[in-house]
């Protein structure tokens, strides 16, 4: 069974501060990525990444960073926090072939 | 605009009964993905597909790259299937983006 673990599930963090966002997965799958899903907005791709050491850029990569140390890795980091990333962000892995997307649980972050 | 258009956004089905949902596609989608988010907000993977279809049970997905949609259709009800559905096509599957649309809510009522 796919699993995507996401941690913190919730999270509550200044305005300018730094969040880091975690995700790990057993599947050995290559691909990995950061979504955040808004109300009216569906979800939306933030990073991603082909394998350990790279990431690429989603649809809105601005005000985040991405980082893939290894295979089952794969961070969000927020630099400077601000409200408009009050949001829910999901993690999910996918296989090079078929690239079915196994989702983590998504955490529930608040920017105050 | 949307490059994917779900239809419709929101959906009551009485227990038992059959219905479609339908996403419309305005860029070259190459594969489909459907996706049910449950109420404690889990994704859960329902289907991946490659123009044709594919039926698990109760669910049956079809998608037509030529005509740019794809359908989800639900028989014989149940409670479990409430949630929200969503689709997301992929137009090059080595750029690795997947387009969402922004989901069809359903509601099945005893």
């Known amino acids: 069974e796919a699993a995507v673990t996401q941690s913190p599930r919730n999270k509550v963090a200044v305005t300018g501060g730094k969040v880091t966002l975690s995700c790990n997965q057993t599947n050995n799958h290559n691909n990995m990525y950061w979504y955040r899903q808004d109300t009216g907005h569906g979800l939306r791709l933030i990073h991603y990444?082909?394998?350990?050491?790279?990431?690429e850029k989603g649809d809105i990569p601005d005000g985040y960073k991405a980082s893939r140390p290894s295979q089952e890795n794969f961070s969000l980091i927020l630099e400077l926090a601000t409200p408009s990333q009050t949001s829910v962000y999901f993690c999910?892995?996918?296989?090079?072939?078929?690239?079915?997307?196994?989702f983590g649980a998504g955490t529930r972050l608040s920017v105050l | 605009g949307d490059k994917v258009k779900q239809s419709p956004s929101a959906l009551s089905l009485q227990e038992g009964t059959n219905s479609a949902l339908r996403c419309n596609f305005s860029i070259a989608a190459t594969t489909v993905q459907w996706f049910l988010q449950n109420p404690r907000g889990s994704l859960i993977n329902l289907f991946y597909l490659v123009p044709g279809t594919k039926e698990n049970g109760r669910l049956k997905s079809a998608f037509d790259s030529k005509e740019s949609y794809s359908t989800l259709h639900i028989r014989d009800a149940q409670l479990e299937d409430s949630g929200t559905y969503f689709c997301a096509a992929e137009e090059d599957p080595g750029y690795q983006n997947f387009y969402f649309g922004k989901g069809t809510s359903l509601t099945v009522i005893p």
């Open positions: 999910a892995s996918g296989d090079a072939g078929e690239n079915t997307l196994y």
């Open positions: 990444s082909y394998g350990a050491g790279s990431t």
